[in-house]
Nanobody, 122 residues
């Protein structure tokens, strides 16, 4: 499974960004896909995940009500719509796939895309 993340950038606080993750290869193996983020000096954390077949969603408390995850099983893409962005959302965001458990932990995702930088200015 290959993952390609895109959509990061610089935005002012209160703004929005949409991240996209394109998956290729043995998509049936993805099971659960997710978005993680890692801020400087901090551990990588799960932001949101989605069950590829059933669509069940997990949203971390820190972004609940502001971020929305979705997937398109025809296009084999996953998106993260981020609204009302805050400076503390600044991080490198990674898409990941392949967890057999939902929502999955960091070590349970075997497939990773490259990160995309999200910077929120105050």
């Amino acid at each position: 499974v290959q993952l390609q993340a895109s959509g990061g950038g610089l935005v002012q606080a209160g703004g929005s960004l949409r991240l996209s993750c394109a998956a290729s290869g043995h998509i049936f193996a993805t099971a659960v896909m997710g978005w993680f983020r890692q801020a400087p000096g901090k551990e990588r954390e799960l932001v949101s995940s989605i069950n590829w077949s059933g669509g069940s969603e997990y949203i971390a408390d820190s972004v609940k009500g502001r971020f929305t995850i979705s997937r398109d099983t025809i296009k084999n893409t996953m998106e993260l719509l981020m609204n009302s962005l805050k400076p503390e959302d600044t991080a490198v965001y990674y898409c990941a796939a392949g967890s057999k458990r939902f929502p999955g932990t960091l070590s349970e995702y075997p497939y990773w895309g490259q990160g995309t930088q999200v910077t929120v200015s105050s």
